[in-house]
């Protein structure tokens, strides 16, 4: 939720929201807010009570009308790969077949240099990549979360995975989706790059940073010096991104990360 809502603040210059989530299972929520712009400032205390009274008014409506309507039928996978995120966002069934895909997705597939379909089934479209992509399907289906990188049609090119299980046993109306695919290119923004790197291997801020300096070939000292901490905290940090990178060395993080920084 920590990147849809920096997404809102940074394209639509969100200062401040009250919300209320009406609605949660897995991937699906629905939220009653009322969003303030920057210009507006902080919500006061009238807007607050006035949000409380209609938030519960809304969210007894909503129960009213689930309880009515009864389950989603299956086979409707469109809440779980929305137009309006900027990834694209496949649903597969256990065994890796396409139930659906956003706009982003579909385009994604026309140009076939990243992923591809075939016989229904999502596959990258390097072969390099196959064993990989296949051993994350596996664990996602097993009910683990599984991050990896493919190549895309530039030359070093990076796109970012996220490959995350859908426990349906837990809906109120099972369908056979298993598994949503996440799937974006780091690089599509400059400013993106701070936010892969954190949610790829779940960095700090700090821990972000430093990565970043280290990438333009600064010792940790100098990185240090230009990030304006002591060399001692530098180390700290680094020692905790070996530990979530799965790298021992220096040059081993660089090599594992720099496939996703580009410096063009």
């Given at each position: 939720?920590?990147?849809?809502?920096?997404?809102?603040?940074?394209?639509?210059?969100?200062?401040?929201?009250?919300?209320?989530?009406?609605?949660?299972?897995?991937?699906?929520?629905?939220?009653?807010?009322?969003?303030?712009?920057?210009?507006?400032?902080?919500?006061?205390?009238?807007?607050?009570?006035?949000?409380?009274?209609?938030?519960?008014?809304?969210?007894?409506?909503?129960?009213?009308?689930?309880?009515?309507?009864?389950?989603?039928?299956?086979?409707?996978?469109?809440?779980?790969?929305?137009?309006?995120?900027?990834?694209?966002?496949?649903?597969?069934?256990?065994?890796?077949?396409?139930?659906?895909?956003?706009?982003?997705?579909?385009?994604?597939?026309?140009?076939?240099?990243?992923?591809?379909?075939?016989?229904?089934?999502?596959?990258?479209?390097?072969r390099?990549?196959?064993?990989?992509?296949?051993?994350?399907?596996?664990?996602?289906?097993?009910?683990?979360?599984?991050?990896?990188?493919?190549?895309?049609?530039?030359?070093?090119k990076?796109?970012?995975?996220?490959?995350?299980?859908?426990?349906?046993?837990?809906?109120?109306?099972?369908?056979?989706?298993a598994?949503?695919?996440?799937?974006?290119?780091?690089?599509?923004?400059?400013?993106?790059?701070?936010?892969?790197l954190?949610?790829?291997?779940?960095?700090?801020?700090?821990?972000?940073?430093?990565?970043?300096?280290?990438?333009?070939?600064?010792?940790?000292?100098?990185?240090?010096?230009?990030?304006?901490?002591?060399?001692?905290?530098?180390?700290?940090q680094?020692?905790?991104?070996?530990?979530?990178?799965?790298?021992n060395r220096?040059?081993?993080?660089?090599?594992?990360?720099?496939?996703?920084?580009?410096?063009?």
């Amino acid at each position: 939720k920590n990147e849809f809502y920096d997404w809102l603040k940074r394209d639509y210059g969100l200062g401040y929201f009250l919300g209320s989530r009406l609605y949660d299972e897995g991937d699906t929520s629905v939220f009653h807010s009322i969003e303030f712009s920057k210009k507006h400032g902080h919500p006061g205390q009238a807007e607050i009570d006035s949000f409380t009274r209609t938030s519960r008014a809304l969210g007894n409506a909503w129960r009213c009308a689930s309880l009515v309507a009864g389950p989603v039928p299956t086979g409707h996978f469109k809440a779980w790969v929305p137009d309006h995120l900027p990834w694209s966002i496949f649903a597969l069934s256990s065994v890796g077949k396409v139930l659906d895909m956003n706009s982003e997705a579909r385009a994604l597939v026309e140009r076939r240099d990243v992923v591809s379909i075939w016989d229904e089934i999502l596959v990258p479209s390097h072969r390099s990549s196959l064993v990989e992509f296949k051993r994350g399907i596996a664990a996602a289906i097993n009910g683990h979360g599984f991050d990896l990188l493919l190549p895309g049609g530039e030359k070093s090119k990076k796109y970012i995975v996220k490959l995350v299980p859908v426990k349906t046993l837990e809906f109120s109306s099972p369908v056979p989706l298993a598994i949503l695919v996440y799937l974006w290119d780091p690089m599509r923004t400059r400013q993106n790059i701070d936010q892969s790197l954190r949610i790829l291997w779940g960095l700090s801020h700090a821990e972000s940073a430093l990565v970043m300096q280290l990438s333009y070939g600064l010792s940790l000292t100098l990185a240090a010096e230009a990030l304006g901490v002591s060399r001692h905290t530098a180390r700290n940090q680094l020692q905790n991104i070996f530990a979530k990178t799965n790298t021992n060395r220096q040059a081993e993080l660089l090599a594992h990360i720099l496939g996703i920084i580009d410096h063009k």
